[in-house]
């Protein structure tokens, strides 16, 4: 039996996958991935001392960064507004939830970076008490939903708005926990 009649057919294309699915199995796969690294790197997934609460006020405890919410979570939502301008920018054709999605994985890396043990030791004030000791893993999940929010929020917003919203958001992490993505920047890189 001859086979040639398959190599002359046509490639058929594949269906389309629908934009929801896509970005789904996105947000699945990105954040399976950091819940995977953290468990490497012995993270809980929850706070490992207390209890699970939906806000935690205080960055000077050692369940810094372990809940659901916290002063770092607005910083989270500035930059996926953030990645919401450079994406459209650098790829002004690309649709909306392809740009989400790099948003996503944008998100992702950084939570691996950040939950480093050479990042973190960037983190903690080198006089200071060191008590920032990762995220757990509830929290870098929401870490993502914030920067998913911010991406979301910006996406119908003139660009001043944002820029104004993130400028205050910088300005007030400044004044009320003394850190934020200038700060922070600045006393990881400068001696």
Not at 28 to 48: E, I
Not at 49 to 71: C, M
């Amino acid at each position: 039996m001859r086979y040639d009649h398959i190599a002359r057919c046509p490639h058929l294309p594949l269906p389309a996958t629908p934009a929801a699915l896509e970005v789904a199995i996105g947000i699945l796969f990105v954040n399976g991935a950091v819940a995977c690294w953290l468990l490497l790197l012995g993270r809980g997934v929850l706070p490992d001392a207390v209890p699970l609460q939906w806000w935690s006020a205080s960055t000077l405890r050692v369940d810094n960064s372990q809940h659901f919410a916290d002063f770092y979570s607005a910083l989270h939502a500035v930059w996926g507004a953030a990645l919401c301008f450079v994406s459209r920018a650098i790829r002004p054709e690309a649709t909306l939830h392809r740009r989400f999605l790099v948003a996503i994985g944008c998100s992702g890396v950084w939570e691996v970076v950040e939950n480093t043990p050479f990042v973190i030791s960037l983190f903690n004030d080198p006089a200071g008490l060191d008590v920032y000791r990762g995220d757990s893993i509830i929290n870098a999940l929401s870490d993502s939903a914030f920067v998913a929010l911010g991406f979301l929020a910006a996406h119908k917003r003139a660009r001043w708005i944002v820029i104004v919203a993130g400028v205050s958001t910088e300005a007030a992490m400044a004044l009320m926990i003394h850190d934020g993505f200038v700060l922070g920047t600045a006393r990881a890189l400068l001696p």
